[in-house]
């Protein structure tokens, strides 16, 4: 019989070798991550992560909840499109490319051409913090570096992939308009139901909740109010659009008006318990 004598390694070499594996397994789970190989969520095509950047893991924990929907406000800095709410948060390292399209990239290539491993839809919006036609110029070749994956809008037509784009903000609606072949869709308000843009242009409506509505989230969603969003969202869905507003007390009785609503996109920081929320429903 072999008799098996441990290893023992100096205190010094026992601390490096620990340090080496602990450094290999975050490389590990960290590409892991960036590939899309952390938990496989049910995707949840309602879940939109507002002001995605500031949760811990910028676009992942959104991901690892299965939100179908991010966003990501940019500053145009000399040429590098940054990351962040305000100008005085900006961060040479945190790039739109950076946060967002490498990763989106990585993962649509792990699963053939999605984000998920199975089929949904996924929308970046891109809330445009700083001058928009200058913003928007410089985000056009960035987008280009990335268009086997993202969705492309002419005139008449939109031509699905794995992310459509959704540009917010200081929205420049003209040069958008004059573009034949776009990477990207116009984020409408409510006014622009009743103007002459189709879908292909203007794929989404988005509106601020308060200016609409006076009910914010307490006691019963009165029958007046419910009969108004009733609406707006078949209005909005006869004219081939989905539907998200902003500045929605971000609570469960509201999610729950606007789930039974028809409403398609919830905005939300709380992304745990709106994943639990669509789940148990």
Same mark, same amino acid.
């Given at each position: ?170 929205? !420049?609606? #003209? ?6 072949? =776009?990477?990207? *869709?116009? /984020?409408?308000?409510?006014? +622009? ?55 929605? !007390?971000? #609570? ?6 606007? =789930?039974?609503? *028809?409403? /398609?996109?919830?905005?939300? +920081? ?12």
């Amino acid at each position: 019989m072999k008799i098996f004598t441990p290893l023992i390694l100096p205190v010094r070499n026992r601390f490096t070798s620990f340090l080496s594996v602990s450094v290999a397994l975050f490389v590990i789970t960290n590409n892991d991550i960036l590939a899309g190989n952390d938990k496989n969520p049910t995707p949840l095509p309602n879940a939109h992560a507002h002001n995605d950047y500031r949760h811990q893991r910028p676009l992942h924990d959104a991901l690892g909840y299965g939100f179908c929907s991010v966003e990501a406000d940019i500053h145009l800095v000399g040429d590098q499109l940054l990351v962040a709410h305000d100008a005085d948060e900006v961060n040479s390292d945190q790039t739109l490319e950076k946060l967002y399209l490498e990763p989106l990239m990585k993962r649509v290539q792990k699963n053939k051409g999605q984000v998920y491993s199975i089929d949904a839809d996924f929308h970046l919006l891109i809330d445009i913090k700083t001058e928009g036609v200058r913003t928007y110029r410089a985000l056009q070749p960035v987008l280009k570096k990335y268009r086997e994956m993202l969705t492309r809008f002419s005139s008449g037509q939109t031509d699905r992939r794995a992310v459509t784009i959704i540009i917010s903000g200081n929205r !420049p609606r #003209q040069p958008m308009e004059l573009e034949s072949d =776009r990477l990207a *869709g116009f /984020d409408g308000r409510m006014e +622009d139901l009743d103007l002459g843009s189709g879908p292909h242009f203007i794929p989404w409506i988005s509106h601020n909740w308060s200016q609409v509505f006076q009910w914010r989230g307490q006691g019963e969603f009165p029958q007046s109010e419910k009969l108004k969003l009733k609406g707006i969202v078949a209005k909005t869905h006869a004219k081939g659009r989905r539907l998200r507003f902003w500045a929605v !007390p971000d #609570q469960e009785a509201c999610w729950r008006v606007l =789930r039974d609503g *028809g409403v /398609d996109i919830i905005n939300t +920081d709380r992304l745990s318990e709106l994943s639990q929320f669509l789940l148990n429903q």
